[in-house]
């Protein structure tokens, strides 16, 4: 036979503007829920998870059925927050402690999912049972840093697993035996972020009973900093299984999952030590050469968390979600130098095609030649007649040759310009015109020779001109 007293106690604490946390205390079913989201979010999410836990764990009241209300407690708050936008990311820690039958004896029942703790208070000593799922105590567990540095630790209140999260959750369990004398604290970390073992061993030792043991537990925390919501619940087993000094201290059995997990951190953290021992031997053989790796590599043979759970406005950064962060950073870089490079080649294919295109031009131009006039003179232009885009005309030969020493019937096609195609041609065909003249002056003079070229046909072809010249 079995009898437990207890008595709790939860307070908002100097900071927070609300409180979130949550405490359960019935005859047989202790919890505490540490809630967080915006707004209302955390508390809903809190209420949400102690409620459902204390209705289905009525209907079946043995260590699957804890651990099977917990299940149903995440579901329901998953659930909440998947239907309802204000209640979007809520999430809840819950530690819980039951006083249930199991094979014709009575045990305790230990479930933990998040940082909220469960500790025993044995013969003066004070033992943590459960273990946080933080990022900072998952670093602590595989070797990765000290209790100390995880105290201090910029990650130590991000959670790797909370209720209502994800639809499924996994909760450790253990079972305990109730030894007549023990005092169990389940407590939020409000309380544990403020007072040290020290203060919370002394003050369980002195405070008789369990409700004041609570009230003096928060107010305590409060004055200490109060920087949380803090939440404590003491349970006294009055009436229990007796054990004399000689005997151990009492059963701590963890279900297989805790177990297992608590092998795989030992191992990780054995290899951690290992890889620690083994580069502090190269350090000290002398400076690591350029071509060789350094032993740790960032987040190798480390164990990891589960999924992540920051507290609102938290950073949340697992070493996988550091390396995934990296391997980005590396693709936009090589992204980065692949831009880089392509501008560079567009840049010099587009200077290619306009520099292509302004010789092209050029070319046209300056293989361009025309004759005009210019103040009464016939003049040998080079370029297009008018001008070609920014290119004007250029007089290449003045002649010396007069619109009077031409036909006359010529020198409108002289001001409207004659193209040629060289230099050349365009001299021969002024010495044409020249001649023209002079034979048309000639039988102006002698009417009995003949020209022998009609006025009006211009000499237009270079071949022509040819001929004549
Ligand atoms: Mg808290």
Redo the contacts with the bound molecule.
Sequence with gaps: MTLLRAGSATDTGLVRAVNQ?LALQTTSLFAVA?GMGGHVAGEVAARTAIETLATVFRTQPNPDGLVGAVEAANREVWQQGFDNADLRGMGTTVTAVALVEEDGHDILALVNVGDSRTYRFHDGHLDLLTLDHSLAEEMVRNGEITAEEAAVHPHRHILTRALGVAEDIKVDLWRVQPIKGDRFLLC???LTNELDDTVITDMLATIRHPQDAANQLVEAARNHGGN??ITVVVIDVVMGDEVDEEQSAGLVVPSEEVLEAEAAAEARAHRQAEAHAEAEAQAAAGPTGPGQEPLLATGESLGQPDALVAPVGAPVLSRRAERRIKRRNRRIARGRRLVTLRTFLFLILAAAIIGAGYFAVRWYDTNSYYVGVDQGHVVIYQGRIGGFLWFHPKAVDHTGVTVFQVPATYIPALQAGVEETSVANAQAYVRNLEQQQREIQATAANPAVTSPLVPGTPPSTTTTMAGVG
């Design positions: 946390d540490d939020s970390d409000g949380d919501n």
